[in-house]
């Protein structure tokens, strides 16, 4: 089955920008959808943004104008470019792909901490 690895976590102050990778071990062209989702401590996951197999992308309401997917099928990569963040985007931010060959896949997480 083929693996999803997110990076780019760390600790940024309010206002800060970052961008987190999801890199698949094997082509992100098998996932028909792929997404980033957050989960805060003691709250549920939630889905932040997704782009398609035809680069359409939706965005939650709470990082409209402010986060970016994007994907790059030569690198087999899938970004999430985080601008203008707020301390209530603290969280375990997870990539997640849907393939009809392996279903859900869910990568290990990685900690973004917005604090001063």
């Known amino acids: 089955q083929v693996q999803l690895v997110e990076s780019g976590g760390d600790l940024v102050q309010p206002g800060g920008s970052l961008r987190l990778s999801c890199v698949a071990s094997g082509s992100i062209g098998r996932f028909y959808t792929m997404g980033w989702y957050r989960q805060a401590p003691g709250k549920q996951r939630d889905l932040v943004a997704t782009v398609s197999r035809s680069d359409s992308t939706t965005y939650a309401d709470f990082v409209k104008g402010r986060f970016t997917i994007s994907r790059d099928t030569a690198k087999n990569t899938v970004y999430l470019q985080m601008n203008n963040l707020k301390a209530e985007d603290t969280g375990v931010y997870y990539c997640?792909?849907?393939?009809?060959?392996?279903?859900?896949?869910w990568g290990q997480g990685t900690q973004v901490t917005v604090s001063s």
């Open positions: 997640r792909g849907v393939s009809t060959y392996d279903g859900l896949v």
